[in-house]
């Protein structure tokens, strides 16, 4: 059976130092690979998505990055962090044109 | 569309009734419909789907509606229980081979005893 997998599951970070947020799947092989940001109480923004290793598509400009090293990574990052990029943050994965399936999420708070 | 910024709706029930959750969505070429459930601090979980061929599909205790001349889509939950309280969120794909998801602004489905 397939798993996607998230860390850290919360952070706490100062303004303006860098994120690194991983997220892994098993048990499948070339998943579309997807990164949202939730604030509390809202809905689900798509930030990024990934048909293929090295392949990302942005939706929103931003403070944040992504990168697909390997198949079955996904990596969201930034250079230097915003009060504004406080979250909870959602890694999902699907197949070709069918339900996506979501992590346990990170919980990232910048002071 | 997306409604990210937006206070999420809610709607209260007593244990044991029906709950119906709507979604209203405003792309008539979308052809593929997701209820999600996301309970407070975890990930979505999926529900259940149903494609634009289809005007109805039943899981286990929940039942999905799609009406694609008003472009609405709904949740029906039968006797529903304390642990049926959660966010509910549908999505939609945008268009045929689209490989994403546009998440509506979900409902706060409150159960009380």
């Not at chain 1, 990302?56 to 915003?82: C, G, M, T, Y």
């Not at chain 2, 999600?36 to 990930?43: D, L, N, R, V």
């Amino acid at each position: 059976s397939q798993t996607i997998h998230q860390w850290p599951a919360t952070l706490v970070q100062p303004v303006g130092s860098p994120l690194s947020l991983e997220c892994t799947v098993e048990g499948t092989s070339n998943p579309n690979l997807y990164w949202y940001r939730q604030a509390a109480g809202r809905g689900l923004q798509l930030l990024f998505y990934s048909v293929g290793i090295g392949q990302i598509s942005s939706e929103v400009p931003q403070n944040l990055s992504a990168s697909r090293p390997q198949d079955r990574q996904f990596i969201l990052s930034s250079k230097k962090l915003l009060l504004s990029d406080s979250g909870f943050y959602l890694c999902a994965w699907s197949r070709l044109y069918n339900e996506q399936f979501f992590g346990p999420g990170t919980r990232l708070t910048v002071l | 569309g997306e409604s990210v910024g937006l206070h999420l709706p809610t709607l209260s029930v007593q244990e044991g009734d029906n709950s119906i959750i709507n979604c209203a969505y405003s792309n008539s070429a979308s052809d593929y419909f997701i209820w999600y459930k996301q309970e407070s601090g975890k990930g979505p979980q999926f529900i259940i789907d149903i494609r634009s061929n289809m005007d109805k599909r039943q899981g286990q205790r929940v039942t999905v509606l799609l009406n694609k001349t008003v472009k609405h889509l709904s949740l029906q939950i039968a006797a529903t229980q304390p642990g049926d309280s959660a966010v509910y969120f549908c999505a939609e794909t945008p268009n045929q081979g689209a490989q994403k998801l546009v998440f509506g602004q979900g409902t706060r489905l409150t159960i009380n005893p």
